[in-house]
Structure formats: structure tokens, C-alpha cells
């Protein structure tokens, strides 16, 4: 441990590096002083720590906020040990004041040393000194300038030069200057890129002392510029012969002035390339430019569309709308689209119409159908009209048929048919011989007229036949009393030819076919050829023949009134 008082007679030395002034450098000042080696009792100082070296422009920098700490190199200084510090980072030209203080192991600090005064400068000088221009200089050519850098200083200096492009340090960074005086060249590059005029910076360092020069230079075309911009929502690529441009990515390249450059232009996928403008250019072929000033030449791509056409096939009737929108068929079946575009295609069939599905453009199905252009493409919506059952019944113990306008029913045999959505059938019965029309039911049609029916739907009509009653003369013949007469065999001939007709038997033939009230007589034949016709109805039926009083009647035999009650009741009894 040390008392404060031993310091108060230290006293430091103050070296001002000498050389030329850089008031936008830092400076710097060299301090040195003898170390102390006893304490004021005399005892030797075994407890030294450090110094500190307090700096200012002010008169009294110590103590104050701004020093530097130097870290002695023993705690048991010798005899005449010489310490020495470099004071950095000082404005160039600024007068600063200096006084030192000792710091024990313990941190107690003496009383400030007695001032020394001088100026900060520079360790090393740089010439030229100003800003250095380099000129004009071709692009893709080059110009060096050599600078000098020298020693303000006894000792060692060391340090490196620096600077941005389009500037480079060629040689002479690092260096090493031996002494005052001494000095090392460093050469500086440039090589412009570009025609903007280039200005930066060149650093020179050396222990922490900066030293800068301005270095310009402007960079010279000895060709010009050929540019290539693009335009339109499609895309593509233009290259150029001889090579520079591929755009993409690179759009503009510098040619000797005279030189013939071609572009070609290739639309990429889903686009076509629309023509040229700019520099003498049109068309969609090549574009040559002869490049003797700055030139633009701009290639336009478009989206390529493709047309979507819609056709409607069958009897029916709808329309079929796009999303997005463009089709509306109806009336719009063709439209194009850009290629790559998602169409959504919807059919909607019309009131009496069914849509029944899609072919061609890859859809199917009657849900939507979803296209994508890449092509030009059709699709062909189904439309059916609706068709509709209209069926005839036959009610009734009659018989008879029932045909329609259009033709379809013809009920007989076909009374069921299917007529399309809104046709307007018109059915007339027909009674068989025998049966008695009395009217329809259904479908909205009565009395006994045609029937007239719209199709909107299913539909099934009615038609009632009854049998015509059969009138006799002399109904019932009483046995013994009622004269046998002609029209008794005529009627019954009648009457039993309508129930053949009726349930599907030819009309017989009879022999005396024209029988004379008065005139013919009634014979056996005439009562046989009766039982024989009827008895064929009774047969197709399956029903049990009639029953007949002299079943078999010869030549001669007189007909009586129980053979022709007989007849009666057999065909009367006949559907």
C-alpha cells in the first residue's frame, strides 16, 4: 500500500506526432513517464496496479470523466522503468492537456501529476492528397492510380488500405513503415460497370489512426443499350442472337453500336405471343434491331383462350349457363375462355323436358359438368320431353273398342300407350254388335262423345260398354198357342251373330238367309244351324252347352215353340 503523496512529483512527457493535418482523421498523442518505485517513507512500492491517463482540451482534464486505464506491468516497479501510451482517437490539430494518476491493488488513486501539453496529429501522411479522380474509363476496361503512404513517427507503424467497388486495392495493403520518414505505396484499382459516375472512400489505418481519400471515376459505353420489356397477361421468353438477353430473367444487354441482334420470342404454356413494337418491330416473327442508340423493343404475350361450344341433342328443351359466366344456351352455346380456365356447366330442363345427361368434354352423368380448357371443346347436353301413360279400361257387360288421335290405342288389343308431355289425345269408342257405348270415366271426360285428353301425367280412362237387350216378338212362345213365324228365326239369327261378333267368332252364314213373313217355312235346319252357332259361342267361353228339346231334328220335323224359347234364353244369357 502506497500513500497518494509519493505520485505528486510524477511527471509525464507528452510527444506529439508530427505530419500533415487531417481534420476529418483521428490523431493521436504519445505520453511517457518514469515509473515510481519507493513510497514517500522511503519503503519500496510492492502494490502498483495501474495508471491512469487523463486527456482534455479543457486546462484541467484531471481528474475529470475522460481517461484512459493503463494496466502497470508489475507491482514492484524498477529504477528508471520508462512507461509509454498512445493516446487515440484525438481531433487532428486540437491542443490537449495530460495528467497521470497511479492506482494501487487496492484502488486507491494518487493526486494528479503536473500537466504536459501538446498537439494530436496523424502517425502517417497520404498523398495525393484532395480527392483523386480516375477519369473516364471504358466498361469492361480498367485504370490503376498508386498512392503514398509515409511514417510521421520513430517506431513501427502497420496497416492496410480499403475501399468499395467498383474500386480495388491492387497492392501495396498491408504495410509495414520502419521509422520516421518511411514509406509504401498501395495502387488502386478501377473498373467501371456502369456509366453512373462512381465516388467512395479510401481508407488508410494504421494502429488505430484513420486516413481517407475521395476517389471518383466514370465509367464509359462504347456500345448501347438494348432493352426488352414484356407485355399482356400471358407469359413467355425473349432471347437474343448474338447472346446477352434472355428474358426471363435478363432483359437488357449493351452491344457495340452497329451490331445486328435478333429476338426470338416463345410464349410459354397457355399463352401465345401476340407481336413486337419498339425499334422497327412487328409482326410475330423475329425482330432485328440494328443497336446505335438505346433502344426498347417490347414483345407482347397473351393468355391463349379456347372456345367452349355447347349443343343440345334429343326432343326436349333446356339451357345450360357457364360458371364463370359466358355460356347461357339458350341463346349463347359458344364462348371462349383463357386456356387453364375451370368451367362448371349446368343444364336445367323446361317444364314437359327431362335432361337425361352430358357426353363429350370428358363429362358424364346428369349432375354439372366441369371442363378445363386446354383445348377447344363441346359438350352436348341430352334433352328427352317427358312422356306419359294414357290407358283405356272397358267396363261393362258390352263390348267395343276404343282407338285414340294420335294414333297409339287401338283397344281391341292395344290400350296402353305412352304419348310425349302436352300431346292432346283424342279417344273415340266404338260399340260392338250387340253393346251399347254409355260413356267415360276419367282423364276428365264424360258422356258419350270423344274423350279428349292433355298428357301431363299418367292418366287412365274408361270406357263402359252394356250389352243391348235383345227384343222378341211373341216373348215369351207359349207351347200350343203361339204360331211359329218367320221373323221368330230372323230375330234369334241376330241375335246370336252379335254374340259371336262379341266374343270374337265369325258371323255365321244361314241358309234361307232372307226369310218371307207369310212365305218361308220354318225348318229343321233353320233351328239346327241356330244350336250349331250358339253352342260354338258357349264352347270358346268354356260355359256347359244348352239344353235343347229334340236334340236332333230330321228333315221334316216341325218346329216348335219350345225350340226357339230355347234359342232365346241360351243367347240371352251370353256376355
Known amino acids: 500500500m502506497f500513500e497518494k503523496r509519493w505520485l505528486l512529483g510524477l511527471a509525464a512527457t507528452l510527444v506529439a506526432v508530427f ?24 519503503s519500496s512500492l510492492t502494490d502498483l496496479g495501474s495508471y491512469r491517463v487523463y486527456y482534455s ?35 487532428t490539430g486540437s491542443t490537449y492537456n495530460v495528467a497521470i494518476t497511479a492506482v494501487d491493488t487496492a484502488g486507491n488513486e494518487s493526486s494528479c501529476s503536473t500537466l504536459a501539453s501538446a498537439v494530436a496529429a496523424l502517425e502517417i501522411g497520404v498523398t495525393p492528397a484532395g480527392t483523386t479522380n480516375f477519369g473516364n474509363v ?14 510521421t513517427r520513430t517506431g513501427t507503424v502497420t496497416g492496410s488500405a480499403s475501399v468499395a467497388a467498383p474500386f480495388s486495392i491492387v497492392s501495396g495493403s498491408p504495410y509495414t513503415l520502419v521509422g520516421s520518414g518511411a514509406t509504401a505505396t498501395v495502387t488502386v484499382r478501377f473498373t467501371p460497370t456502369s456509366t453512373a459516375l462512381a465516388s467512395t472512400n479510401l481508407s488508410f489505418t494504421a494502429d488505430g489512426d484513420t486516413v481517407t481519400r475521395l476517389v471518383t471515376g466514370t ?6 443499350t438494348l432493352t426488352v420489356s414484356k407485355a399482356g397477361a400471358g407469359s413467355g421468353t425473349v432471347t437474343s442472337s448474338p447472346a446477352g438477353i434472355n428474358c426471363g430473367a435478363t432483359c437488357s444487354a449493351s452491344y457495340a453500336n452497329g451490331t445486328m441482334v435478333t429476338l426470338t420470342a416463345a410464349a410459354a404454356t397457355g399463352s401465345t405471343f401476340g407481336g413486337w413494337s419498339g425499334g422497327g418491330c412487328t409482326g410475330t416473327g423475329t425482330c432485328t434491331v440494328t443497336v446505335n442508340a438505346a433502344t426498347t423493343v417490347t414483345a407482347s404475350f397473351v393468355q391463349s383462350s379456347f372456345a367452349l361450344t355447347v349443343s343440345k341433342a334429343g326432343a326436349g328443351v333446356g339451357t345450360v349457363t357457364s360458371s364463370p359466366a359466358g355460356i347461357n344456351c339458350g341463346t ?29 368434354g370428358g363429362c358424364t352423368g346428369t349432375g354439372t359438368c366441369v371442363v378445363t380448357l386446354n383445348a377447344a371443346t363441346t ?4 334433352f328427352v320431353q317427358q312422356s306419359f301413360a294414357l290407358t283405356v279400361t272397358k267396363a261393362g257387360t258390352g263390348s267395343g273398342t276404343v282407338t285414340s288421335s294420335p294414333t297409339g290405342i287401338n283397344c281391341g288389343a292395344a290400350c296402353s300407350i305412352s304419348f310425349t308431355s302436352g300431346t292432346v289425345a283424342t279417344l273415340t269408342a266404338a260399340a260392338s254388335t250387340g253393346s251399347t257405348f254409355t260413356g267415360w270415366s276419367g282423364g276428365g271426360c264424360t258422356g258419350t262423345g270423344t274423350c279428349v285428353v292433355t298428357l301431363n301425367a299418367a292418366t287412365t280412362v274408361t270406357a263402359t ?24 228365326i230372323a230375330e234369334l239369327r241376330t241375335a246370336v251373330n252379335a254374340a259371336r261378333t262379341r266374343n270374337g267368332l265369325a258371323a255365321v252364314a244361314w241358309t234361307d238367309p232372307t226369310l218371307t213373313a207369310g212365305a218361308t217355312m220354318i225348318k229343321a235346319v233353320h233351328i239346327t244351324e241356330l244350336r250349331t252357332a250358339l253352342n260354338a259361342v258357349y264352347t270358346k267361353l268354356g260355359r256347359t252347352l244348352p239344353s235343347y228339346t229334340d236334340p236332333t231334328l230330321a228333315v221334316g220335323t216341325t218346329s216348335k215353340a219350345a225350340h226357339v224359347q230355347e234359342l232365346r234364353n241360351a243367347v240371352s244369357s251370353l256376355p
Open 19 to 42: 505530419g500533415s493535418m487531417d481534420p476529418a482523421s483521428a490523431g493521436v498523442l504519445d505520453a511517457a513517464w518514469t515509473a515510481p518505485t519507493t513510497n514517500t517513507d522511503g
Open 57 to 91: 482540451t479543457s486546462a484541467s482534464p484531471c481528474p475529470g470523466p475522460t481517461f484512459f486505464s493503463v494496466a502497470s506491468s508489475t507491482t514492484t516497479p524498477p529504477a528508471n522503468q520508462n512507461v509509454n501510451f498512445r493516446l487515440t482517437g484525438l481531433t
Open 138 to 151: 471504358n466498361i469492361g476496361s480498367s485504370v490503376t492510380q498508386t498512392f503514398t503512404v509515409s511514417s
Open 219 to 224: 465509367g464509359v459505353s462504347t456500345g448501347s
Open 332 to 360: 349463347t352455346c359458344t364462348t371462349s375462355f383463357t386456356s387453364g380456365t375451370v368451367v362448371t356447366l349446368t343444364a336445367a330442363a323446361q317444364t314437359g323436358s327431362t335432361f337425361t345427361g352430358w357426353s363429350g
Open 379 to 382: 359438350v352436348t347436353a341430352n
Open 465 to 488: 260398354f252394356t250389352l243391348a237387350t235383345s227384343t222378341f216378338t211373341d216373348n215369351p212362345l207359349v207351347a200350343g198357342t203361339t204360331v211359329m213365324k218367320a221373323v221368330h
